[in-house]
């Protein structure tokens, strides 16, 4: 099978498989409302925040809000998604070449993630200020520790005896670690990936919470004083679907890839 027909197979399997999740979890929480008879001005279903976004006289103007407020959101996530990742993927590889330095770092990063986030958002604010570097901040602290454990496994997952062989011949523990490490890490390295993207956009929600007082968690916070229900819970709809889709398109670009390399391996062998 050719790689271009892997890739719309995995595409198709990867729409069918997003469709049949959102399917359930529409079903499933309309079912909970009925079940539990809770108040409509309260808790919203799911035609309830349809009938918000699409066909009501504001739907406009309610997207237009809801939409550009996730877009500021995306930024953030995304700035410290990459900000925290590539500090991760620096960091394990540093790890792996120099352990002395690893015993010497690692229980600062565990001591960082342990600290729990809302305490540390005012911290960091009063050394970065009340705006965008505050969000990738803590976008990238959220990312930070479960990538750089993820990534660094799958470094010291590489076979031995390849490395041997490579050092047998003269090798250096960097051409070690570019031929060996570096490519039987990828299935961690997108596990690291797939756990990120939510984990950065949590971050951008509480740093908009708490200090930046823009995108969709400032604006969720705003709608709940406000008793604007209907808005809240369409903005955490969005976000959510976002989040799903993102971490299927991780899923999918992963299966690709490692797909790729197996079939590019086995042509060579």
């Given at each position: 099978?050719?790689?271009?027909?892997?890739?719309?197979?995995?595409?198709?399997?990867?729409?069918?498989?997003?469709l049949t999740t959102l399917?359930?979890?529409?079903?499933?929480?309309?079912?909970?409302?009925?079940?539990?008879?809770?108040?409509?001005?309260?808790?919203?279903?799911?035609?309830?925040?349809?009938?918000?976004?699409?066909?009501?006289?504001?739907?406009a103007d309610n997207r237009?809000?809801?939409?550009?407020?996730?877009?500021?959101?995306?930024?953030?996530?995304?700035?410290?998604?990459?900000?925290?990742?590539?500090?991760?993927?620096?960091?394990?590889?540093?790890?792996?070449?120099?352990r002395g330095i690893e015993?010497?770092?690692?229980?600062?990063?565990?001591?960082?993630?342990?600290?729990?986030?809302?305490?540390?958002?005012?911290?960091?604010?009063?050394?970065?200020?009340?705006?965008?570097?505050?969000?990738?901040?803590?976008?990238?602290?959220?990312?930070?520790?479960?990538?750089?454990?993820?990534?660094?496994?799958?470094?010291?997952?590489?076979?031995?005896?390849?490395?041997?062989?490579?050092?047998?011949?003269?090798?250096?523990?960097?051409?070690?670690?570019?031929?060996?490490?570096?490519?039987?890490?990828?299935?961690?390295?997108?596990?690291?990936?797939?756990?990120?993207?939510?984990?950065?956009?949590?971050?951008?929600?509480?740093?908009?919470?708490?200090?930046?007082?823009?995108?969709?968690?400032?604006?969720?916070?705003?709608?709940?004083?406000?008793?604007?229900?209907?808005?809240?819970?369409?903005?955490?709809?969005?976000?959510?679907?976002?989040?799903?889709?993102?971490?299927?398109?991780?899923?999918?670009?992963?299966?690709?890839?490692?797909?790729?390399?197996?079939?590019?391996?086995?042509?060579?062998?």
């Amino acid at each position: 099978m050719s790689f271009a027909r892997v890739a719309l197979v995995t595409v198709a399997r990867g729409l069918a498989t997003g469709l049949t999740t959102l399917v359930l979890v529409l079903v499933a929480w309309q079912g909970l409302l009925l079940l539990l008879d809770v108040s409509p001005f309260l808790v919203k279903g799911p035609l309830d925040v349809w009938t918000w976004l699409a066909t009501v006289p504001e739907a406009a103007d309610n997207r237009a809000m809801v939409f550009g407020n996730l877009v500021v959101t995306l930024g953030d996530a995304f700035l410290g998604f990459v900000a925290g990742l590539t500090c991760a993927l620096l960091l394990a590889v540093v790890f792996t070449l120099f352990r002395g330095i690893e015993h010497a770092l690692m229980p600062i990063a565990l001591l960082l993630r342990s600290v729990p986030l809302v305490a540390l958002v005012p911290v960091i604010s009063l050394i970065t200020g009340r705006g965008l570097t505050t969000a990738v901040v803590m976008g990238a602290i959220v990312v930070l520790f479960p990538a750089l454990v993820n990534i660094a496994f799958g470094l010291r997952s590489s076979s031995p005896q390849i490395s041997d062989v490579i050092t047998v011949y003269g090798g250096s523990a960097f051409t070690t670690l570019r031929k060996v490490a570096l490519p039987s890490s990828l299935p961690s390295f997108f596990a690291a990936v797939k756990i990120s993207v939510p984990g950065a956009i949590t971050g951008a929600l509480l740093a908009e919470w708490l200090t930046t007082g823009q995108g969709l968690g400032n604006s969720i916070v705003a709608a709940v004083a406000k008793v604007q229900n209907s808005e809240v819970w369409a903005s955490v709809v969005v976000i959510t679907i976002v989040s799903l889709a993102l971490y299927g398109l991780a899923q999918v670009v992963e299966t690709l890839v490692l797909r790729r390399m197996s079939m590019e391996q086995s042509t060579a062998s």
